[in-house]
């Protein structure tokens, strides 16, 4: 009968097969998913066909973490595109995930891939290549090495407070959070990559190049997660991405070059993070690609979240006189105006850091965090299959009122050492946990609890008319917000 029309019985032959197999891929890669948590009988949202469950505005983001923990509890599921993932927020579960079976969740699952020049970053290396470059960099962040960056910090702290105050005159307020962003990549640049972003002219080519990089469209990794294999034909979508990480990756590179013909010439280079990695270096602890990948993680997983810390604290103090006052009493009674300020100052001011603490706790800026399974485990009765993405949700478990009595109050109290004696030590995770928990840990807190002191010192933080009452929080690469914090301040 088709023959009649033009077309052999074989081509429909072949055309049916075809069709039939394209049903059956399109079946097998976007929809067998789609199921794969009802056979095993774990709770979870309900996916959408392509993109999963995290990206509904129901149960996607931060806010969809504490939903889901409220309807599914403490073990649910979810699809990350198409990559199935189980969600832990269980303390108890996850003190097994972080410490206890560490060799078992040792490493993470890929969210973001990275470019080749910066791939051997701590944050995204595995294994035995992971365990030793941790190793050699846990040093580099001690107490005694962080007392070598201890004048970089200072210094931005009094450019901070001077930028506060000059803004503060000119405007009847200011923009903290933009503020915050510049002293924490003054920091960082500083840190990590040996520069000073006021008056060197590599310094504000890194930082253009990372502002591009933050900024930069996403829609990349969103297809990537729903078909991986896809992201390495986006090359057009992530082209500033790339151009900017070319740019930080040379910067890197031109200050090692220099500070090793420094050495040469018989001159001392600063004593900065970076030095310690080219000293390192020069034991053959690490190569020169994974020094400049580890500058740019610390960039990348320094910059943002530690400048986001210090404005949602400096929003939270606005926002409640009574803390702000109490800590202003502790900060004149220890370290006056005048005082020069020191990291061991720090230890004499327990208030400081129940107040941080507590801003952590409403505001985590890495939100969620995860790990992948090496093989099948029993994790509480329940079993987790093999190359099973983990995640944690960090704000969930801070905004879980199981865990947290009316967790939207802000309540530094919370964290006196009676308090955090009654809770689960897996209730509270701004910093991740275990031996791959923040590296950066130390010098984040540092950073930010000698900015806090020094704004305190000078001046005294008030909401105003522009101030955003509720803070609208965005989740983005880390939990941020949509357009900046205005803030009014009072001199002292
Ligand atoms: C308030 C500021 C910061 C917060 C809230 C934060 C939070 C986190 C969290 C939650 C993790 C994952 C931990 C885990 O998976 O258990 C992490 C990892 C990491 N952070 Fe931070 N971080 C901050 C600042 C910094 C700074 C200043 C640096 C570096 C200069 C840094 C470098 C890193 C690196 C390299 C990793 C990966 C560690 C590894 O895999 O071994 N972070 N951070």
Not at 274 to 297: H, P, R, W, Y
Not at 386 to 404: F, K, S, T
């Amino acid at each position: 009968m088709l023959e009649f029309i033009g077309i052999s019985t074989h081509t429909v032959a072949i055309a049916s097969i075809t069709i039939l197999s394209l049903i059956f891929a399109f079946y097998q890669y976007f929809v067998r998913p789609l199921y794969y948590f009802q056979k095993l009988n774990i709770p979870g949202p309900k996916p959408s066909l392509f993109f999963g469950t995290v990206f509904t505005k129901e149960y996607g983001g931060h806010l969809g973490q504490v939903r889901c923990i409220k309807k599914y509890g403490k073990f649910y599921s979810g699809l990350l595109g198409l990559k199935p993932v189980v969600i832990i927020s269980d303390p108890e579960m996850l003190k097994e995930v972080l410490v206890k079976q560490f060799s078992n969740f040792s490493n993470r699952f890929d969210v973001i891939p990275f470019d080749p020049a910066v791939s051997r970053n701590l944050l995204a290396i595995k294994d035995d290549d992971w365990k030793r470059i941790r190793s050699v960099l846990i040093p580099t962040f001690s107490a005694t090495k962080l007392k070598q960056i201890e004048p970089i910090i200072i210094d931005a702290c009094d450019t901070l407070v001077g930028k506060i105050i000059k803004e503060n005159r000119e405007n009847g307020k200011v923009n903290i959070w933009k503020l915050c962003g510049e002293y924490s990549m003054e920091v960082i640049m500083a840190a990590a990559f040996g520069v000073h972003v006021a008056d060197d002219a590599r310094g504000q080519k890194v930082c253009k190049a990372a502002a591009i990089f933050f900024s930069s469209s996403d829609i990349a990794l969103l297809i990537a997660s729903v078909v991986p294999s896809l992201y390495h034909f986006l090359s057009f979508l992530t082209r500033n991405r790339t151009n900017a990480v070319n740019h930080i990756v040379q910067v890197a590179r031109a200050v090692i070059a220099e500070r090793r013909r420094n050495l040469q010439n018989g001159l001392t280079n600063r004593r900065d993070l970076l030095q310690l990695m080219i000293e390192a270096a020069e034991n053959g602890k690490l190569t020169d690609d994974e020094i400049v990948s580890q500058s740019f993680i610390f960039l990348l997983a320094g910059y943002e979240t530690t400048s986001n810390a210090l404005g949602y604290t400096s929003y939270l103090l606005a926002l409640n006189p009574q803390v702000q006052q109490r800590l202003i009493d502790e900060i004149d009674e220890k370290c006056p105006k005048g005082t020069n300020l020191t990291i061991e100052l720090l230890s004499e001011l327990p208030y400081l850091d129940m107040v941080f603490n507590e801003s952590l706790r409403i505001y985590p800026p890495a939100y969620i965090v995860n790990r992948v399974t090496k093989h099948e485990t029993v994790i509480d009765e329940v079993k987790i299959p093999q190359d099973m993405m983990v995640a944690i949700p960090i704000y969930g478990i801070h905004h879980n009122d199981e865990l947290w009595p009316d967790p939207e109050k802000f309540i530094p109290e919370r964290f006196t050492p009676e308090e955090k004696a009654k809770r689960h030590p897996f209730a509270y995770l701004p910093f991740g946990n275990g031996p791959r928990n923040c590296i950066g840990m130390r010098l984040a807190i540092t950073e930010a609890k000698l900015a806090l002191i020094k704004i305190l010192q000078n001046i005294v933080l008030e909401p105003v008319k522009e101030t955003p009452i509720p803070l609208e929080v965005e989740p983005k690469f880390t939990l941020s917000v949509a357009n900046g914090v205005i803030i009014g301040v009072k001199e002292r």
